[in-house]
């Protein structure tokens, strides 16, 4: 028994090694930009859960939606509250408006304000739920995207979701996560539902 614990002992020893030396080499101190694109859910949920993390811990934490916005959002409602303000382009998902002119109108009155949120030196986090779609899209111009970000405020963290996110977007990007489908419920004839899947 004493011989497997010091076994363990070594072993956790040597990670722990691993981990304070790659802790040592990260030292400097930034905002970065997030990316998490894939085809699976939870995209939005994860960038969700970084500006409650955020909101916590007392950041100033602003939202600006894309796609969505005619449906009720639980983490909406539940971190106005908490003082994180909101943005939301409002058409809902484009195959619903059908109308392409609409669509751009309202992509681009909300990425004017996604600009401001980005020279704002007050805003610590800010999350760009769906805006993946809108660059796929051409409503809004890839090089304006990549040049505001790039030009943010210097401790300015940045979270972007959406399916097929520009390559050009993901190598600006610091962290980059794929978020891939196994299974979804939805795909079997199981209806979405309020608190789960949005």
């Known amino acids: 028994m004493n011989d ?4 363990h002992k070594k072993r956790m ?3 722990k090694e691993k ?4 802790i040592e080499n990260a030292q400097e101190e930034r905002g970065i930009v997030i990316v998490i694109t894939g085809n699976g859910k939870g995209k939005s949920t994860s960038g969700f859960g970084t500006i409650a993390r955020a909101a916590g811990h007392g950041l100033n934490a602003a939202v600006v939606q894309y796609i969505k916005g005619t449906w009720a959002c639980g983490e909406r409602q539940l971190l106005e509250n908490a003082g994180v303000s909101f943005d939301v382009m409002g058409t809902g998902f484009t195959w619903n408006t059908q109308d392409k002119a609409q669509d751009i109108a309202a992509a681009q009155k909300v990425w004017q304000r996604s600009k401001e949120l980005l020279s704002d ?4 986090v800010l999350l760009l739920d769906e805006i993946t779609y809108m660059v796929a ?4 111009d890839l090089e304006e995207v990549l040049s505001a970000i790039k030009n943010r405020p210097q401790s300015q963290h940045v979270i972007i979701t959406g399916r097929g996110c520009h390559r050009a977007i993901i190598e600006l990007a610091d962290t980059v996560s794929e ?3 196994i299974k979804h419920a939805f795909d079997n004839g199981i209806k979405a539902q309020k608190g789960i899947d949005w």
């Open 179 to 181: 978020v891939q489908s």
């Open 137 to 140: 899209y051409k409503y809004i």
């Open 4 to 7: 497997k614990n010091s076994q």
């Open 121 to 124: 030196s007050r805003v610590d």
């Open 19 to 22: 981990v304070d030396q790659r």
């Open 13 to 15: 020893q040597a990670v």
